[in-house]
């Protein structure tokens, strides 16, 4: 399975990670980690009053299909509404990576949509909060 | 490296072990992860089914004569026990689950319960396995002790200056590994241990890495508690030991209640049976009590300088081996005398993960991770590392298919 995994376009990304980089007045950022080999990610978005996402970065450290599968996600990001984000599911990252993955692996894969989840959720929450007061 | 007179008879060892018959991927299993648990001999596992087979009864309480076979197959393998680390008796041998259990047994009995306060302190090191860090975090977080670590120098060394800036009056309690999971340093415990007596303060070992691979006398050592694991040492999972001196022993509160471990019983209250059996609360493991008496039958007939004779020379050809790799970060100290039997590293082009798939694709069965250090990974620098870890099945050749494999996830990674 291993030799299959690492296919040209999983390298690619993961030597030459797109939308790499910080980005200090994102609207919505969250941080999370893989405890079980340490992939650590931050991904940042920036939006628009319609809600479209402008810009995307992510930054971070970790094997090759979590640092992957982050940056070919940003790409897909770009251009998306806010709602149609929160709609991705990890079938989609799955046939995204198009690559066979274990168990144990699919934790590294799906670490970036887990990010991003977190991201778009905490715009929910500091609605929330705004609402109440 | 001398290769003509090994330690051990390798080839004649791994035809005990049914598992290294099995193919990975197609390739025979290379199996170089024994830091995190060691394969089992035919031997143990046929204790354990012989156990199961022929005299499985609740050990203690039963009155019949299956009872009292079990009884004796538990009691003969605490015996064992005590013999193999030179404990002064028996009943300096508690049963546990593992390394785990067995410090967080002392850190409730000893620390929670205990007469610990304001002002005390518990010294530790950086380079603790989780098991010997999480445990004394609940002691602070209960009793607002102080805790402090012993850092280490470049090479993977403890700073023994911070030995003795750290231990003062205040301390209580010297907690320390004898041998790093990650850098494989064998620390000198028994200086630790005097250091922790000047002050009156307890010292005790995390075994998990030393018991299973060097001869370990828990008298010479002179610490006042040691935990270990059975599966780390050919033996099943789910048993382990924690030695206390006696009177350490007695003067901890149990952590389990409940059958085996009382005295007596009235509503409302009770006494505590005697020491070991007071901290064995609940129906115990006597099969893998049993299992673990069979692991050191094994080790011992082996016997433990040669197994610490083949891992060092494991580590020599290792450290050898790996060396020539361009760009590696190996990390701990280079003498192969110093360490215990493994070798955690870093290549630039690939994450341990990627590492340890593509190897696994190879047959070879490595650790790649945080090893359970996270503390020692953020010293250290780094988020993960692979490791390679040698046991009495091991030879040069695996440490050659490692190599093998390192230059196929270069090729894939280039």
């Known amino acids: ?133 | 490296m001398e290769r003509t007179k090994p330690s051990l008879d390798v080839a004649k060892i791994k035809k005990d072990f049914p598992i290294m018959e099995r193919k990975i991927h197609g390739k025979p299993l290379c199996y170089l992860d024994s830091a995190a648990t060691s394969q089992k001999p035919r031997q143990v596992i046929e204790a354990v089914s012989e156990f199961y087979s022929n005299y499985n009864a609740n050990v203690h309480r039963a009155i019949y004569e299956l009872g009292e076979d079990a009884t004796r197959g538990y009691e003969g393998a605490r015996e064992k026990i005590a013999h193999f680390i030179n404990a002064r008796s028996s009943s300096e041998i508690v049963f546990t689950r593992g390394t785990t259990e067995s410090i967080n047994i002392v850190a409730y009995g000893w620390g929670i319960k205990g007469k610990l306060g304001k002002g005390d302190e518990i010294v530790s090191t950086v380079m603790e396995h989780h098991s010997n860090h999480i445990p004394w975090f609940f002691v602070q977080d209960y009793k607002g002790v102080k805790l402090s670590w012993i850092d280490i120098d470049d090479e993977g060394y403890l700073k023994m200056e911070d030995l003795d800036r750290l231990v003062t009056e205040r301390t209580k309690m010297v907690a320390v590994t004898q041998c790093s999971n990650v850098l494989g340093t064998i620390n000198p415990i028994k200086e630790i241990a005097k250091k922790a007596h000047e002050v009156n303060a307890l010292c005790l070992v995390d075994a998990a890495q030393s018991v299973p691979h060097f001869p370990v006398d828990v008298q010479n050592l002179d610490c006042d508690l040691l935990a270990f694991s059975g599966h780390k040492m050919l033996g099943p999972t789910g048993i382990g030991v924690l030695y206390g001196k006696e009177k350490v022993l007695e003067e901890m509160e149990p952590m389990l209640g409940g059958g085996e471990m009382i005295r007596e019983v009235h509503l409302g209250r009770a006494t505590w049976n005697d020491v070991p059996w007071k901290f064995e609360g609940g129906t115990p493991d006597p099969a893998g009590a049993v299992g673990l008496g069979a692991a050191i039958d094994y080790l011992s007939s082996l016997g433990m300088q040669n197994v610490r004779k083949h891992e060092i020379e494991l580590n020599a050809y290792g450290l050898e081996m790996l060396g020539k790799i361009k760009g590696i970060r190996i990390l701990g100290p280079m003498d192969p005398k110093k360490r215990g039997g493994l070798i955690a590293f870093t290549i630039p082009e690939a994450h341990p993960h990627d590492i340890a798939a593509i190897l696994d694709a190879e047959g070879i069965a490595i650790r790649s991770g945080h090893n359970c250090a996270q503390p020692l990974m953020e010293r250290c620098g780094i988020p993960a590392t692979a490791r390679a870890s040698f046991y009495v099945y091991n030879s040069p050749e695996d440490i050659d298919r490692l190599i093998k494999g390192l230059k196929k996830v270069q090729e894939v990674f280039a």
Do not use: W
């Open chain 1, 1 to 133: 399975m291993a030799y299959e995994m690492y296919q040209e376009q999983i390298l690619d990304h993961y030597k030459h990670p797109r939308n790499r980089g910080e980005m200090p007045d994102a609207d919505l950022q969250a941080r999370d980690y893989n405890p079980l080999c340490g992939d650590d990610l931050t991904i940042y978005l920036k939006t628009d009053e319609k809600g479209t996402i402008t810009d995307v970065k992510f930054t971070g450290q970790g094997c090759a299909i979590s640092q992957s599968s982050a940056s070919m996600l940003t790409m897909m990001l770009k251009g998306k509404n806010i709602s149609e984000a929160k709609g991705i599911d990890p079938d989609r990252i799955v046939k995204m990576l198009g690559i066979p993955l274990s168990a144990v692996r699919l934790k590294c894969a799906l670490l970036s949509l887990q990010v991003l989840k977190k991201a778009l959720f905490s715009k929910e929450l500091s609605q929330a909060e705004t609402m109440k007061e």
